[in-house]
């Protein structure tokens, strides 16, 4: 297959590309785009997965650029750009608000939010998921990271939901193949412009501010940390690690319920069993349904395609050795779907992870080593608290025809695997305990 053909494949249709090449050649294949041709060897053996996402920085760093999140988006200070270093004390400084009691605090937030937005859900007819799903994780990472001040900023938050609107297929595969260092003189770079000069003056206006230390919201949390020789964030570094918090983390979440909604309403006893637990919650049971199926979710439709890095040594795998200067990605969906690691692969089957899960190398739709995702856990908690509140309320079905019974296949949104129809459910009223009746 021609590297334009290989191209266009990836952009139209990544996850056949993927499905075909894991068949014909098993863990371990090869793309190769233009203009040059350059090998992207991509992997999905779980010991192979682990060697490369465990290997030390200075032998297979992220690659910056094309390969990985734009430098001139998210800026040369993002803890998704860094490396060495530099990586670990960003990332030191920004771990406390991503962990233990802090992550309690978002609870109140996440489900008030999944409630607004339900508001003024259309009930009885066709509606799409996707775009709602983003609505209510984006104001979720607006409070996480401002606190009570988001709701003074709907000029950015107008800003970051142009910046994430639909992308042309074309406009994907341009910056796949030409990709640039440099801010385009575009409707992005100039929305980008628009969010620089917001976040800068939030910053400014923090600064000075006499009550830092005692708020939990992200930013002033980054505003009073220091790191172990004593010295605070600049105003870039902060810049650039909200910028990564506003785009990156509230797509893949908002992505994630998505195809969660998207395969349970294909799978009716699937819901049914969930909703069983959700109403048996209110008398103290427990979520490991819940949780059990936002993990198949991830599994079997893994937001996340593929986790890039470039070899600065050579690496040796299980079978055979990479040299230096190769571009290696893993591939996460094919590991998500490995035959040898998983039986029938492609099912949705949320009781696999009921007893022993897949081990942490088969299972990495958050990455791994020490570039895994910082916010997973607020991830997941996010995902949990917004499917448990739209199904103790609410009810989906498929819509009516062949084409809405069909499942929905994976295409790219930005840098994110989307269900190709947005997810569209028919939503209805839930009377009390049907979900118990349902499972019964």
């Excluded at 290997?55 to 993002?78: F, R, Y």
Aim: charged share 25%; aromatic share 4%; hydrophobic share 40%.
């Amino acid at each position: 297959m021609p590297p334009v053909v290989q191209s266009l494949a990836w952009g139209l249709a990544p996850t056949w590309l993927m499905d075909r090449c894991a068949r014909l050649w098993g863990d371990t294949f090869t793309l190769r785009f233009p203009p040059g041709g350059a090998p992207l060897v991509h992997l999905s053996d779980p010991q192979d997965v682990k060697t490369l996402l465990t290997a030390s920085e200075d032998v297979a760093p992220k690659p910056t650029g094309g390969a990985g999140a734009p430098v001139w988006v998210l800026g040369p200070n993002s803890l998704s750009v860094l490396t060495g270093p530099e990586h670990m004390r960003q990332r030191k400084l920004l771990l406390p608000p991503f962990h233990g009691e802090h992550l309690r605090k978002h609870e109140g937030l996440i489900v008030g939010a999944t409630r607004r937005v339900m508001a003024d859900w259309p009930l009885g007819r066709p509606m799409r998921m996707q775009p709602r799903t983003r609505l209510i994780t984006l104001e979720v990472i607006m409070g996480s990271v401002f606190g009570i001040e988001a709701e003074r900023m709907k000029e950015m938050q107008t800003t970051i939901v142009a910046l994430m609107g639909p992308k042309h297929v074309i406009a994907g595969l341009r910056m796949l193949v030409r990709p640039t260092q440099q801010r385009p003189n575009s409707t992005i770079g100039r929305g980008l412009d628009r969010l620089d000069a917001q976040i800068y003056a939030e910053i400014a206006n923090r600064r000075g501010q006499s009550d830092l230390a005692g708020r939990s919201d992200i930013m002033s949390m980054l505003l009073v940390a220091r790191d172990e020789d004593g010295a605070q964030m600049t105003d870039e570094e902060v810049r650039d690690e909200l910028v990564t918090l506003l785009l990156a983390g509230h797509e893949t979440t908002a992505t994630a319920v998505s195809w969660a909604i998207e395969r349970l309403v294909r799978h009716p006893d699937k819901l049914a069993r969930l909703a069983g637990e959700i109403d048996a919650q209110r008398d103290g049971g427990g979520d490991e349904y819940l949780t059990a199926v936002i993990n198949e979710a991830l599994r079997v439709r893994p937001p996340q395609g593929i986790v890039v890095r470039k070899l600065e040594r050579e690496l040796q795998l299980a079978r055979f050795v990479l040299p230096a200067g190769t571009m290696t990605a893993i591939s996460v969906y094919a590991t998500n779907r490995n035959p040898r690691i998983y039986d029938d692969p492609a099912a949705f089957k949320p009781e696999r992870f009921l007893q022993n899960g897949p081990e942490t190398y088969s299972w990495v739709p958050f990455g791994g080593g020490i570039r895994r995702c910082i916010g997973s856990a607020l991830a997941l908690l996010e995902a949990k608290l917004i499917l448990r509140t739209m199904l103790a309320e609410l009810e989906p079905r498929v819509p009516d025809g062949r084409r809405g019974r069909r499942s929905e296949r994976m295409r790219w949104s930005h840098r994110t695997l989307i269900p190709s129809r947005d997810a569209t459910v028919v939503w209805q009223r839930r009377s009390p305990r049907a979900g118990e009746r349902a499972a019964a």
